[in-house]
């Protein structure tokens, strides 16, 4: 397996970049996540993902450790091929992805191009327990309650005008250092605090 390809980038676009590295031009599939980190180089390292199917080899590279890691993990999931994951993550970043997976955000998945609730439900099935044993972190299960006041906290601040991942990231700190927060009117003021 090809583990990264360094050298200088001969051409760059968008979603994919030609890098030549020892007088060979390597034809690598990018997604928008990488691209703007690399935009301004003129050479590069970039790990990298070889995927093999009957009809063809297809080299997909990656700035970033994370994202190649996310990559792996939603390609292995049923439905979801290496097209697929690289518009998710040209959609929203490999730590926006996880958090949506982790926190069960289908609304946040859905909204990527090629991923229906159907799909997104799989993802979180397949992938939240392996991203939190990843982390070392716990599962938070929510009691109906707290799911209920959590989403009432999430809309609200939504349309407040606050970005939905960093709501989420809140309202999930915000809860586990406040347990039993009684009502969502409570919760809205503790995140707001927290968002300031």
């Known amino acids: 397996m090809i583990a ?16 030549e590295a020892g007088g060979i031009g390597y034809h690598i599939n ?17 790990l990298t993902y070889f995927h093999v199917k009957e009809d ?22 049923s439905g979801i091929g290496p097209n697929t994951a690289r518009i998710l993550l040209s959609s929203i970043t490999p730590q926006e992805a996880r958090t949506a997976i982790i926190s ?4 946040t998945l859905n909204a990527v191009k090629g991923i229906g609730p159907k799909t997104a439900k ?14 070392g972190e ?8 707290d799911n209920k006041v959590r989403e009432e906290a ?24 406040n347990p039993s927060v009684p009502n969502a009117e409570t919760l809205i003021k503790l995140a707001l605090k927290a968002l300031s």
């Open 30 to 46: 990018i997604s928008l996540y990488t691209h703007a980190r690399i935009e301004t180089n003129v050479t590069v390292q970039l």
């Open 154 to 177: 999430l809309s609200a601040l939504t349309t407040l005008g606050f970005n939905r991942i960093r709501v989420q990231k809140t309202l999930n700190k915000v809860l586990k250092e």
């Open 138 to 145: 716990e599962a938070i299960l929510p009691t109906a309650t």
């Open 4 to 19: 990264y390809v360094k050298g200088p980038i001969t051409k760059k676009t968008p979603t994919y970049v030609i890098v």
């Open 104 to 107: 069960e955000d289908v609304r």
């Open 122 to 135: 799989r993802l979180i099935v397949e992938l939240k327990d392996k991203l939190l044993k990843d982390s």
């Open 56 to 77: 063809g080899q297809t080299l997909y590279g990656f700035f970033e450790e994370m994202e190649r890691d996310m990559f792996v993990k939603l390609i292995s999931v």
